[in-house]
């Protein structure tokens, strides 16, 4: 009953665009951001949701140095909105030779997706160029003269999209990612301007916040806001996020809650 008394997010039943990218160190946080592009995939699977990919800038070596997709399905936004932020690896990578245990990074940001009542957009603030999509293989190839680079330049955000083999559709796609990225950029503002009632709230959203570490020689994920370490660091690398998820959706409630006591 109480937690019905909660403002609701206006943004939780909204599709999100995940973009993940590749921090410190190199060619390891390449790999790991695959990884983690391959968990939230796995995640959305589980839950019925459509994934599709917006634009990924491949190392050769299977990793990811940045990727960018789209996940559709009913509050999408609502249980993934806590994982922006920066994710720590630590283990041993395989071009290690003397064993030892690298420690690199990956920037995940949520963004909900933005309508045109939420953003309006000045055309002739946009510069479109058209070049040929190029990959390393898998997922990211495209061999079409379709791929399209967009460059606002009042914010100076550059995003490049080719996975589809029509100019046009990649053209919408670049857009829908730029009115996300806008979208977050005006919330980032707000939530600065009310920043007592963000400090009560667990991170939804600073990307330079450290919010997990997955250390595999432990076989351990923490969450460093909750302080929640789970031992089954497999499981959660093939999507099984629901309790990770589902705890840190439950400390926020409970952080708004004692938040809205003390005003009651």
């Known amino acids: 009953m109480k937690i019905l008394l909660l403002p609701k997010d206006p943004n939780d039943e909204k599709n999100v665009f995940v973009e993940i990218r590749a921090g410190a160190g190199g060619d390891e946080a390449a790999l790991f ?4 592009y391959r968990m939230y995939v796995h995640y959305a699977e589980l839950n019925r949701w459509k994934c599709e990919l917006v634009s990924c ?25 806590y994982e922006s932020g920066v994710h720590r690896v630590q283990r041993v990578p395989e071009t290690e030779s003397a064993g030892r245990i690298h420690t690199s990074t990956s ?21 479109f160029d058209v070049f040929r999509a190029s990959g390393n293989g898998g997922q990211c190839v495209n061999t079409t003269d379709s791929a399209v680079r967009l460059t606002h330049i009042p914010t100076g955000i550059v995003i490049s999209c080719q996975d589809e083999k029509s100019q046009l559709k990649n053209k919408d796609k670049a857009l829908k990612v730029l ?15 009310e920043a007592e ?6 991170g939804t959203g600073d990307r330079s916040e450290k919010i997990r570490t997955y250390n595999f020689p432990q076989g351990r994920v923490t969450d460093h806001r909750i302080k929640l ?12 996020l629901t309790e990770l998820l589902d705890s840190l959706i439950a400390a926020d409630q409970a952080a708004r809650l004692g938040k809205l006591q003390e005003a009651m």
């Open 33 to 36: 951001s695959a990884e983690l």
């Open 57 to 81: 800038n491949e190392n050769g070596i299977g990793g990811m140095k940045e990727v960018v997709f789209q996940i559709s399905g009913q509050g999408a936004y609502s249980k993934l909105k």
């Open 107 to 127: 920037t995940v940001a949520i963004m909900p997706e933005a309508e045109d009542v939420d953003v309006q957009i000045d055309m002739n603030d946009i510069r």
């Open 179 to 193: 009115r996300a990225k806008l979208f977050e950029l005006e919330s980032a503002k707000k939530q600065d301007a």
């Open 197 to 202: 009632a963000r400090r009560s709230q667990i």
């Open 229 to 240: 370490t789970l031992y089954k660091i497999d499981s959660i690398m093939n999507g099984d």
